[in-house]
């Protein structure tokens, strides 16, 4: 079968500078954009309030399961490996949608909003989880494994060069700062800030409007005295006299601030300088505009005759400006949220950490921000040809491996924090990033043992999914971890019933377990149709069709269920545990290839049925083999004396209950026929001389009618009778060794201990010993009910025949009874003045 996660070629990654705020955002909003422009569709109209909530939402996210094998099946053959994973982002963005429009309509009231709440939160960080491993194994598989050649031959970064141009280089070659900024960009297009309000109190482009009108009107009653405020408006005046704003002011300020560092956080720069202009604070756009890297275009070489002067971009000054943003960031004097701001820029961990210490998608985005800011301002210091301001020792001691980071956050002292590094999403974000997929797989695998068959079928699929995307890509080394995950997921798809589903997934399982758990479900379907369904799906997904089916009929047959509350049927009838083994043979008639199994199981089950005298079992059983059987098995094997030895003997088995059933339905119908002699009709009476002409015309009708009838009775009785004599001789007289014996083998089949060979032959020693005796009692009722009292007594020497060894089957018990009934039939020889074997006597 095609593979879902076929290798892609290469195709171009989205790489991030970090000298344009829009650039900055590059890969971080092409994934955000990408997913919502496939996800992008009008599904209001899908929503059909009809008052019942009893799933309360359930039923938008259990399309997932459909929808993601479409995606697999769509793409088993195409050239693209991500395909697969933005296809999965969209269906996951589709429900999510979906559940948002529900919770906007207040379907289900209370409850229903809460849980609704509840797998929306689950399914958007299954959705971020997505873009995560979307955008990392992009590059590990297409960038990194594509440029490690070129790598090695590089002899290092070229000395000399702009700021962004040695950056842009460490990028190129740094395939672990280029993942660090991957997972930048990802928490930034993931953030999600929650209610908004507006950032300032008026909408005019002025700053400190409040406070200029107080400055100016000093004797204004409504805004206190005039000395508790600032007494200039230059941005550094609060910070310098220690004074506030007016407090409608500070608030605004306040707003203002948490605004841009929430549009930083999530990775929209530009729109955050565009909020400073329009609330009237450019000193704060020139502010936040020092980060960028310098690079005078004029020195670069040009093959153009004509030279213009283009403009220069970054801030020259740069380091100046950074070491200014280290102070701002490490002083108490401003708020968290302008020190974070700063901070986010020039490297400064603490001010980050400290406004961001209770999420742990934030404290890691700090931290890589910093590690980020760290990497390149050494990459810049080492390699353009200029003197630079030092930055403070606490700046350079920041230095840590992303291993360091994890383990610093899974001990952080906010429990929100700790309690998410354990959770089992934050745990495969970690590996995902940290790249090691064996312990992540360790990790899922625990997750199915505590939970013991527990966990969600949500959180099964999306493991599942995982897997199979990382053992695509080659970062599997325990396949065995692996199947187990996947084969929890089929495990869940079997309760959903799906049979396209579960044959698609079990056929990324080992043959073993595909047919371990394909079995398993196909135990649990009943209905005919159902069952050409799982076939067909069995077929299409390339599963061992025959070796499934082969052990859904041996689980089905050796299974026992307790009889209940009901106890046995009655007599004659069949149970609901009987019929459902007998149904199950319906797995195995439908692939002719496998009519050597449907005998040898079916042969099993009649043994057994025939054991327990439940013979309308036995009838059922054999009416669910094809009468062409014996024809197909040797078309199989092209003629008689290529059949395998265990065919062979299955097919004398089958034709040895051919020939019972025949003989006991013959003696049934006989017994049945010989004991409903037709009945003299109650107006039959004897004529007399005082009935009248017409009344004895019509009684002698009457009579004459029953005698024919009684006529047609006896020799009807008589012909059925030659035919039960002889079934039930077909049955002592069977050729080749005899009833129930298997013909001449060289030696037994090699997997005989596998077949159970020798408690067979048991078996089938028992049946001869139960069978022939009662069939031979049969057939002396027969004979003597219809005065055959020679062959009665012939029935001696059938017993006795050293060739057939039928003697041997009996017990002393049972053939003394036999020999007491043979007396009887002589005895009446006897009488008829014949002798003892039915012979005339002679003198």
């Known amino acids: 079968m095609a593979s879902p ?8 990654l989205l790489r991030t500078t970090l000298n344009s705020s829009s650039g900055m955002q590059n890969l971080s909003h092409s994934l955000l954009l990408q997913e919502r422009s496939d996800a992008a569709m009008d599904d209001r109209s899908m929503i059909e309030d009809t008052g019942d909530d009893m799933d309360r939402g359930m039923g938008r996210v259990d399309v997932l399961f459909p929808q993601f094998f479409e995606v697999l099946l769509s793409h088993s053959g195409g050239p693209e490996t991500f395909d ?4 999965l982002m969209m269906a996951c963005g589709g429900a999510a949608e979906q559940l948002e429009l529900e919770i906007e309509r207040g379907m289900g009231g209370t409850q229903g909003a809460k849980q609704r709440q509840s797998i929306l939160a689950w399914l958007r960080q299954e959705i971020y989880t997505w873009r995560l491993l979307f955008a990392l194994f992009k590059d590990r598989i297409l960038l990194q494994t594509e440029n490690q050649a070129d790598d090695e031959m590089q002899d290092g970064p070229t000395l000399g060069g702009s700021e962004k141009a040695v950056v842009e280089q460490l990028y190129e070659i740094n395939a672990t700062l280029r993942e660090y900024q991957l997972v930048v960009d990802w928490l930034e297009a993931s953030y999600e800030p929650g209610e908004q309000e507006n950032p300032l109190h008026s909408h005019r482009m002025m700053a400190w409007e409040n406070t200029l009108f107080e400055l100016k009107n000093l004797q204004g009653a409504a805004f206190g005295r005039g000395n508790e405020i600032v007494q200039h408006l230059d941005p550094d005046a609060p910070i310098r006299e220690k004074r506030p704003l007016h407090a409608v002011d500070e608030e605004d300020n306040a707003r203002l601030s948490r605004a841009i560092f929430m549009a930083i956080r999530s990775g929209r720069v530009d729109d955050g300088l565009r909020l400073c202009k329009h609330y009237g604070q450019t000193w704060r756009v020139a502010i936040l505009e020092g980060w960028r890297l310098h690079e005078d275009p004029n020195f670069q070489e040009s093959s153009s005759v004509v030279r213009e002067k283009l403009p220069i971009m970054g801030n020259p000054r740069r380091d100046i400006w950074k070491r200014c943003a280290w102070l701002m960031a ?20 603490g001010s980050l950490k400290s406004l961001l210490r209770n999420n742990w998608h934030d404290l890691l985005w700090a931290h890589l921000k910093v590690q980020i800011d760290l990497r390149v301002e050494s990459e810049v210091r080492g390699c353009c040809g200029k003197r630079y301001q030092p930055m403070p020792d606490d700046y350079w001691n920041s230095k ?12 952080a002292k906010d429990a929100s924090v700790r309690d998410f590094a354990k959770s089992q999403m934050g745990v495969i974000q970690r590996h995902l990033i940290l790249d090691t997929c064996g312990e992540l797989l360790q990790h899922m695998v625990r997750w199915l043992e505590e939970a013991a068959g527990q966990l969600q079928p949500h959180q099964l699929r999306f493991m599942a999914h995982i897997v199979l995307f990382l053992r695509q890509i080659g970062r599997v080394d325990q396949d065995r971890l692996a199947e187990k995950i996947i084969g929890s997921y089929v495990e869940a798809l079997i309760e959903r019933g799906d049979p396209h589903l579960i044959a698609f997934y079990a056929a990324t399982l080992s043959n073993p377990l595909q047919v371990q758990l394909y079995s398993r479900y196909l135990q649990q379907v009943e209905e005919k ?4 369904l799982a076939l067909d799906a069995a077929l299409q997904s390339g599963l061992d069709v025959q070796e499934i089916t082969r052990i859904t009929v041996e689980n089905v047959r050796r299974t026992h269920i307790s009889l209940g509350e009901l106890g046995e049927p009655p007599s004659g ?7 459902r083994k007998i149904s199950a043979l319906e797995w195995l008639v439908s692939l002719r290839e496998q009519r050597g199994e449907l005998l040898w199981q079916a042969n099993a089950m009649m043994r057994i049925y025939l054991a327990c005298n439940k013979v309308e079992c036995m009838r059922q059983t054999f009416r669910k083999v094809p009468g062409d059987v014996v024809q197909d098995v040797v078309n199989i094997y092209s003629s008689m004396d290529n059949v395998p030895p265990r065919e062979e003997c299955s097919l004398k088995e089958y034709l040895c209950y051919k020939v019972y059933l025949t003989g006991i339905d013959s003696y049934m119908e006989w017994n049945h026929m010989q004991l409903n002699k037709p009945k003299k009709s109650p107006t039959l009476v004897p004529s007399s001389a005082q009935d009248n002409f017409t009344e004895r015309m019509a009684n002698e009708r009457k009579e004459q009618a029953y005698r024919t009838e009684v006529q047609r009775w006896e020799h009807k009785v008589q012909e059925h009778a030659k035919q039960t004599k002889e079934a039930l001789y077909n049955v002592l007289l069977f050729p080749e060794k005899g009833w129930l014996v298997d013909p001449f083998l060289p030696q037994e089949p090699e997997n005989a201990k596998q077949l159970n060979w020798e408690q067979r032959q048991m078996q089938m020693e028992q049946l001869r010993a139960n069978c022939i005796p009662e069939v031979t009692l049969l057939l002396h009722d027969v004979m003597f009910k219809t005065r055959d009292y020679a062959g009665c007594v012939r029935l001696a020497d059938e017993i006795a025949c050293r060739k057939r060894q039928l003697y041997k089957v009996y017990t002393k018990h049972k053939l003394a009874d036999l020999m007491a ?17 039915g012979y005339p006597i002679t003198a």
Not at 336 to 346: Q, W
Not at 529 to 532: D, G, K, S, V
Not at 821 to 837: F, Q, T, V
Request: one cysteine or more; proline letters at 3%; a negative charge.
């Open 5 to 12: 996660f076929p290798i892609s070629s290469r195709s171009g």
């Open 84 to 87: 697969v994973i933005q296809g």
């Open 330 to 349: 490490d002083s108490s004097r401003y708020d968290e949220y302008t020190r974070a701001t700063a901070g986010a820029f020039c490297g400064h961990l």
């Open 400 to 411: 840590m491996t992303m291993e360091q980071i994890f383990e610093e956050l899974s001990v």
């Open 529 to 532: 149709r159902a069952r050409e």
């Open 573 to 579: 009838e069949i149970s609901v545990e009987d019929q």
């Open 821 to 837: 009934k043979i007396a009887d039939a002589s005895l009446e020889l006897l009488n008829s003045k014949l002798d003892p074997w």
